[in-house]
């Protein structure tokens, strides 16, 4: 696992292209909805179409399920592992993380003064969208190292869950949360109904995931691996224990470190796999080399009306970092994974539609 | 977590005083007889005696189980970690990793000729085991960093698998599977029985430990915590991925590594913990600074009939790193922490018995 960098690089043209459409970095903290969990029936996958994607999801189950079939998996080992931005909720115009941290840069200067004056905070605090737009990137590392560590787990957990509860999306004025893939959900329950431990592999902060993870897919912290940092032991002057986050790299779950974040956190292979970038293709790679029935599934972002287009489906390359590029789209097609196109295969995107 | 040398540090003296009693390096590999495992009835802890340490097992799981009791704790939140050596089965006379990694090393060098000549593997190979006691501690690193790394995780798993099928302790002539404490399987039921989810949490190696956990706890990989390296994600000639084992240290899982292990691994604290050493200090210190009820158990070898008396039941401190010392035993009695006599609590050690 590469220590290159202390988090997930961000692409800082994606950055620049959409900075114009966030709202103001100060969010109100209005009380907010509970996060929409609507309960599925009549089917397993009521918000998916009938076509090979279904189907194929249908088809992995029962020949991993079935005693009699020759693909059967005790349950046991029946492990599924799934991306989490632009795989499970909507990961434009940026990921919910960094709007997180931009987000928590006045905080943190009220308890560091002297950074006030000092770059990039100054540019941050500005409120200035374009000088933001074009911090370099070691500057946002500096932001991300900045608001994801130097606190104890407690408080950051109470942080990051305080603004989850009220900061929203600009295009749908929804929480984040409530921004969660409706027929993912449905995906998760139909493989915990048939006994598969559900897991979360994501690029993003492992500790910023596990806030959300268990409300919004119903997976426990233990469950969700993701790019991680160390924390460090030590005693308060009353005696009590404490951790606190460092802003040291631990685990860069991306790329060719999701398959070694799955050796690391698991200790074995995964049966099923769902990505939707770059980023997943080791990950996909690594599950599709194990014996037996393996399910390999790709989101196409290819419905601009109803949430985004970009990748293959605008029929050009995208250099985002993370992106479902037509390089992927080739090597699926060639290997047998199944494409999920969101537009074709999704009846409906959100709970709340 | 500290990167500071490979593996666990293992103590030199210990080594040194034991290594004559240790059988031939080289092992037979006859056809073994599956580990015991035999089920409890008539009560949820057998094999415990009557007295405060079952007494406070059995409280602790009544206090936080009862939906009346003021430390009721929800079903997903029960999480409960054990140390392994010396807590779950036999750490004496050697850590069995560590007879693990000495007995690999003539395989090893049959794959590289080229360590034959080369110390510390050339005074291995000798079989002259006072030579091989006086190792110095970088030696015994570069045998640990040699054994188990190199190689893909799959190989690693059907070495290790089949090492621990035939590989047996010297006094009782048991393979060392077979030298889990029965009272502490019965534990692991109980808690189990009671919503528990039960995690390994040990200074071996990780990948280690997930190879008999399974069988032998009922405890799946995803639930064993322990030191772990690193592992490179590369494609073979034909394209197909392989993880392989890298000598780099990524989770040194002793003392402050524990809690900060069990951070990373589970993302929140435990209820309950049971350890043997001042490696398990900071996990049971960390376990108890949580609000409510949480079981803080050490386990005391103070039974040199029926298994081995050291620690504090010597009335000397015994410098060997891992060890239940003196001021470990005061800090339980000061702090009110469970200390389980070998002797008195338990009615039986082995399910062989």
């Not at 005693?67 to 940026?94: C, K, N």
């Not at 919004?216 to 606190?244: C, H, M, N, R």
């Amino acid at each position: 696992m590469k220590a290159t960098a202390p988090f997930p690089v961000i692409n800082r043209r994606a950055l620049l292209s959409t900075m114009a459409l966030l709202p103001a970095l100060s969010v109100a903290f209005f009380p907010a909805s509970a996060p929409a969990q609507t309960a599925t029936s009549g089917g397993s996958l009521p918000s998916w179409n009938d076509g090979a994607a279904k189907q194929a999801i249908i088809d992995f189950v029962r020949a991993t399920s079935d005693r009699s079939s020759p693909s059967y998996v005790v349950p046991e080992d029946r492990i599924a592992v799934f991306d989490q931005d632009g795989t499970l909720w909507v990961e434009h115009p940026m990921y919910t993380q960094v709007i997180y941290c931009l987000d928590r840069v006045p905080d943190v200067v009220a308890k560091k003064p002297e950074l006030k004056n000092r770059e990039p905070f100054k540019t941050v605090l500005s409120g200035n969208r374009e000088a933001i737009a074009r911090l370099p990137m070691q500057d946002l590392y500096k932001i991300l190292a900045a608001t994801l560590s130097g606190m104890t787990v407690e408080e950051f957990n109470a942080e990051a869950k305080k603004w989850l509860e009220a900061a929203r999306h600009p295009r749908w004025n929804r929480l984040y949360t409530e921004l969660a893939y409706q027929p993912m959900l449905e995906v998760f329950r139909y493989l915990r109904d048939n006994a598969y431990k559900t897991y979360i592999v994501t690029g993003g902060g492992q500790d910023f995931g596990r806030v959300y993870a268990e409300k919004v897919y119903g997976i426990p912290p233990e469950q969700v691996i993701g790019t991680a940092g160390g924390t460090k032991f030590a005693y308060a002057s009353d005696g009590k224990p404490y951790l606190t986050k460092e802003p040291k790299l631990l685990l860069n779950d991306n790329n060719a470190g999701k398959p070694e974040g799955i050796h690391l956190m698991i200790g074995r292979r995964p049966y099923a796999a769902f990505g939707n970038s770059t980023g997943d293709r080791q990950m996909l790679e690594w599950t599709a080399a194990g014996a037996g029935a393996r399910l390999k599934m790709l989101l196409l972002h290819d419905d601009a009306a109803r949430e985004y287009a970009y990748g293959p489906a605008q029929g050009l390359p995208d250099t985002r970092v993370g992106t479902f590029t037509p390089a992927l789209y080739d090597e699926a097609k060639k290997n047998g994974w199944t494409v999920i196109s969101m537009k074709n295969d999704w009846r409906r995107i959100f709970a709340f539609e």
